[in-house]
């Protein structure tokens, strides 16, 4: 079972791809188009798509867990964050792949992490 756990945002998205128990592969999805497109639902939708591709399908990913958004201080950053989150479950709703978005403060309780 491969495991796909993802730290999203719309320029650099952090991952890791498990077996389970073992850590198979982590690293930093970086979206090249960012700095060059000034739509940010454009941006967005690249990002989804390179996710899809580069780590989903690829990598034949059969669970997703991503990070739930949380409003810190810029709500601009929280919608955009939010609209990806949105575009993941698509994409993962699309696949038949069980998506799960996990709070923060849920998998750092898990880790022991303050």
């Known amino acids: ?9 719309m320029q650099k998205t952090g991952y890791c791809i498990s077996n389970g128990c073992n850590i ?3 690293g930093v999805l970086i979206n090249e188009m960012y700095s060059k497109e000034p739509n940010r639902i454009v941006r967005l939708i690249d990002m989804s798509r390179l ?3 580069e780590l989903i399908s690829k990598e034949k990913i ?10 810190r201080r810029n709500a601009d950053t929280f919608m ?10 698509g994409v993962c709703s699309d696949l038949g792949i069980g998506c799960y978005v996990v709070q923060p403060s849920e ?3 898990l880790l022991q992490i303050k």
Do not use: N
């Not at 079972?1 to 945002?9: E, P, Y």
């Not at 955009?80 to 479950?89: E, N, P, T």
């Open 1 to 9: 079972m491969k495991i796909l756990c993802l730290d999203q945002s």
């Open 24 to 26: 198979i592969s982590s």
């Open 51 to 53: 996710i899809r591709k």
């Open 62 to 71: 059969e669970y997703v867990f991503i990070e739930g958004v949380q409003l």
């Open 80 to 89: 955009q964050l939010a609209r990806l989150q949105g575009l993941i479950l």
């Open 107 to 109: 998998w750092k309780s």
